[in-house]
């Protein structure tokens, strides 16, 4: 069966291995495209989120493709995402597709639901649950060493003498990885592949910025949907860390990691409630990255991005006790990379200003 | 009298407020609530609240910071849930109000923002109920008795909501127990469904005086409040998933029970800009109304800067609309020979 699911930053390497592990054909959709952006805005309601209009611009891509059955995650509120799927899905229906959008809830809330649906593509897929434990093991390494070479090439960026050289080389980084299928395999290409990363020229003299970036998971991770800020930001020479990585999401929500919890309390002199969506841990990681000795934050958010708004309503006065410049970016589908561009040199230039004031101060 | 207790006119208020008012007020308290939505108010909440913020609450920020000085307590209750429901909440605005106000507004008095989270627990209200007395120094069976009391109001209020009469009137009812009859009004010839979240419907001066204008013409309103309890509840097997928001939940399941009985001619929304929840409620709304016989479905959005021309301009085109299709229904001959 012809499966597709929604492209999220790089994890669509592994999420292809896994179809294919069990028994079905992945179907990739193309990359996020302003064309998506085009369907996807069309067919969706005006105010619905940015990851909305992308998600159903990339499904109606993946239909035209042939796309028997989309396959991607719930939640259960109060953020929107969590009502995504029965939307897609009635808005498919209602343009005269009958492709199916599978969606899976949290296991710990609706866990029936869950294992029945798995099962039924476990079992057209003819693959066995024993079978099904093995490929999720590799598929989740993958997950891990993806995020661990996304992470090194922000870390490489800032410091390249040559630009654009670290996102060529990233870019062979992935093929690499896709080329790796088992456990082994992948821990030999995530060796390469960091070889590769560290390979590339640098200049450590350089006076980096770090600026750690917050705001809601989906443009976060998705290069389409930030304008690729990350990139951007490491060409003009600034370290960036961001809170959220797929694999790391995967461990909160399976409860074999805890970082979430430090996050929320260091939340809490703010905002005592959890809003739903990534709203606490933007407020929560501008504190961390205030105490670890940060730049800079930038918060990140689709516009009318509920949870981020009610954060961005608080995040001042986090800056204003922790000292930290936040600047916040609402995207949508009318954000222009060069509006972007501008925005970010101008809060750079701050910062470098503010480097040097607290360094000089220092000396004299 | 005793303390001071501050209550906004806007979000709850128009659902909640006569059960807060007889329980304070029974306690000896004196509730002062912030004047009706006006010019000010707009103007002191997008002053006041982050510019990203819908419109309704950026007119909650008015009504604290136009109340700030006024009283010794303010109440602000933090909606998390009131009732079980799979995960029904509210939106996450209201879920985080009470930080966005406390750090948005300088020299507030002080608040009581105990979070009202009626889906868990043993008789949940009874529990809010004695923590927010506590709050006060009260305890005892006076409590227990303004608990009583305040269920007692509630229950003609939303009554009386229910029979059609404007909420000012139905609140003033429930308050002082008088019983009011509703207007006897001239048969009207068009009906419309008028839905959208209580403080949108019943502010006037928000919607521009919506109702005032389909009284004038001859229209009958019927609204999200006006369908029975239990009629509205039971439209909720009409969706696979709930939605995750109270408000949003009773809008849509009215949509089914005015789509089902087919008392309506057409279906009004009424929606703040930039409303997240409502982007999707908006949506599955107009489906439904394509789909279960094709009923004429208007979205009207409103924000600070609705003007009352743009907002009748639209009903009368979409009533002109409707009373003409109808006649196309009724008379195959047509007026014009």
Redesign the interface.
């Known amino acids: 069966m012809k499966i597709s699911f929604p492209i999220m930053g790089n994890s669509y390497v592994a999420f292809k291995q896994l179809l294919e592990d069990i028994g079905h054909e992945p179907l990739v959709p193309p990359m996020p495209s302003s064309r998506t952006m085009t369907l996807g805005t069309m067919y969706s309601p005006e105010f619905a989120c940015i990851p909305f209009k992308i998600l159903m611009g990339t499904y109606l891509e993946a239909i035209e493709k042939g796309a028997e059955l989309i396959i991607s995650s719930g939640g259960h509120g109060p953020c929107r995402a969590g009502y995504y799927g029965v939307l897609h899905q009635k808005i498919i229906n209602d343009l005269g597709f009958n492709t199916k959008v599978m969606i899976f809830d949290s296991f710990n809330r609706t866990w029936k639901d869950f294992v029945s649906k798995l099962h039924w593509l476990l079992s057209s897929g003819k693959t066995s649950w024993w079978n099904f434990y093995k490929v999720f093991n590799v598929v989740f390494d993958k997950l891990v060493a993806l995020d661990e070479i996304e992470i090194l090439s922000y870390q490489v960026r800032p410091y390249e003498t040559e630009k654009g050289r670290t996102s060529r080389e990233y870019k062979k980084c992935l093929e690499i990885i896709d080329q790796a299928r088992t456990r082994s395999q992948i821990k030999e290409a995530k060796e390469a592949c960091f070889e590769l990363l560290s390979s590339i020229s640098q200049d450590k003299n350089r006076n980096v910025l770090k600026i750690g970036i917050v705001g809601e998971i989906y443009v976060l991770i998705e290069p389409f949907a930030n304008l690729d800020i990350q990139a951007t930001l490491g060409e003009m020479g600034v370290f960036t860390q961001r809170g959220t990585h797929l694999s790391q999401w995967w461990k909160e929500n399976t409860k074999s990691a805890n970082h979430e919890a430090k996050v929320i309390k260091a939340a809490s002199p703010y905002l005592r409630e959890l809003i739903g969506g990534h709203g606490i841990l933007s407020v929560g990681e501008t504190v961390l990255f205030a105490q670890r000795g940060y730049d800079g934050v930038i918060q990140l958010a689709p516009f009318s991005c509920i949870p981020e708004i009610v954060a961005k309503g608080i995040l001042p006065q986090v800056s204003k006790d922790t000292g930290i410049p936040v600047l916040t970016v609402f995207l949508d589908e009318q954000t222009g990379k060069a509006g972007l561009q501008t925005r970010l040199e101008a809060f750079i230039d701050l910062l470098h200003q503010r480097r040097q004031k607290r360094l000089g101060g220092a000396v004299s | 009298m005793g303390l001071k207790i501050g209550f906004p006119r806007t979000l709850f208020y128009y659902l909640y407020y006569p059960f807060w008012h007889t329980f304070f007020t029974s306690l000896g308290f004196e509730v002062i609530t912030s004047q009706p939505t006006n010019k000010l108010s707009l103007d002191m909440g997008v002053q006041e609240?982050?510019n990203?913020?819908c419109l309704p609450i950026k007119i909650y920020h008015g009504h604290v910071a136009e109340l700030k000085d006024k009283v010794d307590v303010l109440f602000l209750p933090?909606m998390?849930s009131v009732r079980k429901l799979?995960?029904e909440?509210?939106?996450?605005?209201f879920?985080?109000l009470p930080?966005?106000i406390i750090?948005?507004i300088d020299g507030l008095p002080r608040i009581i923002d105990e979070?009202v989270h009626l889906a868990r627990g043993w008789f949940p209200l009874w529990q809010l109920c004695r923590k927010v007395a506590r709050h006060l120094e009260k305890g005892g069976w006076s409590v227990w008795k303004a608990y009583l009391q305040a269920n007692k109001v509630q229950e003609s209020y939303i009554k009386e909501l229910a029979s059609g009469i404007s909420p000012q009137a139905a609140l003033d009812g429930a308050i002082t127990g008088s019983v009011q009859e509703p207007q006897p009004a001239p048969i009207p010839d068009v009906h419309l469904a008028i839905l959208g979240y209580p403080y949108l419907i019943y502010d006037s001066f928000v919607n521009v005086g919506l109702f005032e204008k389909l009284a004038q013409m001859g229209i009958k309103a019927w609204t999200v409040e006006m369908v029975p309890p239990r009629r509205l509840e039971a439209q909720g097997r009409n969706?696979?998933?709930n939605?995750?928001?109270n408000f949003s939940n009773r809008t849509i399941r009215a949509t089914f029970y005015y789509l089902q009985e087919q008392k309506t001619d057409g279906i009004v929304h009424v929606t703040a800009?930039?409303?997240?929840?409502?982007?999707?409620v908006?949506?599955?709304m107009e489906?439904e109304a394509?789909?279960r016989g094709r009923v004429p479905f208007l979205t009207l959005s409103l924000d600070e800067h609705t003007g009352e021309a743009g907002v009748l301009t639209r009903i009368e085109a979409f009533v002109d609309m409707l009373r003409l299709r109808r006649g196309q229904h009724e008379n195959i001959v047509s007026n014009n020979g």
């Not at chain 2, 909440?89 to 605005?93: A, D, E, G, I």
């Open positions: 609240a982050v990203d913020a933090r998390v799979d995960a909440t509210f939106c996450p605005k879920l985080g930080d966005m750090h948005s979070k969706l696979p998933k939605l995750f928001w800009f930039g409303c997240g929840p409502d982007a999707m908006d949506k599955l489906l394509k789909n």
